[in-house]
């Protein structure tokens, strides 16, 4: 069974201080692993896609990388826009669909 | 571009009442989704088409029944609602498999 752990649940950062998520995953024959940020209300806004261990994916101030266990999402000099909850998905090789963790939620203040 | 669009955005139902949920997508998408979202257990997937005519159950299908009209739409009915249906859900639509999946803006299910 496909398993998908984040941590941790939430981070509190102040504005300027980096930090890294953690995405674990368990899946057969990794197909691609999606990270996605969700403001609260609206629905998740995809931030990039990791196909093979070793890869690694920026934008502005996220960089997202691969190993064949985990991803991280580092967030350098996080800003309060930055705020959000970050998901990861796996999709596995043999299926069509992902398989979500549960999040982190992100707190950056001033 | 609307992308993918869901209605109603809020509904309360009482328990025993049924319901659909309607979520279209203008990308020419073979695949399209239904997610659940609630506190401390993400997004869950009841229910997938992976192209029209096809559907398959996902981790949490019970309670539900779906359709793929056509290509465009796939809704998600509620036969006979529950309370522990109260949740935010979520249509998701994509191309080819291993793209990414282009959400809704979800619609905020309460079941009293």
């Known amino acids: 069974e496909d398993q998908v752990t984040q941590s941790p649940e939430a981070l509190r950062l102040q504005e300027g201080e980096s930090s890294s998520l953690n995405c674990s995953y368990t899946?057969?024959?990794?197909?691609?692993l999606f990270w996605y940020r969700q403001d609260p209300g609206k629905g998740p806004e995809f931030l990039f896609t990791?196909?093979?261990a070793g890869e690694e994916k920026e934008k502005e101030r996220l960089k997202a990388t691969l190993t064949k266990k985990e991803s991280f999402l580092h967030i350098t000099a996080p800003k309060p826009e930055d705020s959000a909850t970050y998901l990861c998905?796996?999709?596995?090789?043999?299926?069509?669909?992902?398989?979500f963790g549960t999040g982190t939620r992100l707190q950056v203040t001033l | 571009n609307a992308g993918v669009t869901q209605t109603p955005k809020f509904q309360v139902l009482k328990t025993g009442q049924s319901m659909t949920l309607q979520c279209a997508q203008d990308?020419?998408?073979?695949?399209m989704y239904w997610y659940r979202q609630d506190p401390g257990m993400g997004l869950r997937l009841i229910y997938y088409?992976?192209?029209?005519?096809?559907?398959d159950k996902g981790e949490v299908p019970n309670g539900y029944n779906v359709s793929r009209l056509n290509k465009r739409e796939f809704s998600l009915r509620l036969e006979s609602a529950a309370p522990s249906q109260t949740s935010v859900y979520f249509c998701?639509?994509?191309?080819?498999?291993?793209?990414?999946?282009?959400f809704g803006s979800g619609t905020q299910l309460s079941v009293l």
């Open positions: 998701a639509s994509r191309g080819p498999v291993g793209e990414k999946l282009f």
């Open positions: 899946v057969s024959g990794l197909r691609g």
């Open positions: 990791l196909y093979s």
């Open positions: 998905a796996p999709e596995a090789g043999t299926a069509s669909k992902l398989t």
């Open positions: 990308m020419n998408h073979n695949s």
């Open positions: 088409s992976a192209s029209e005519g096809t559907t």
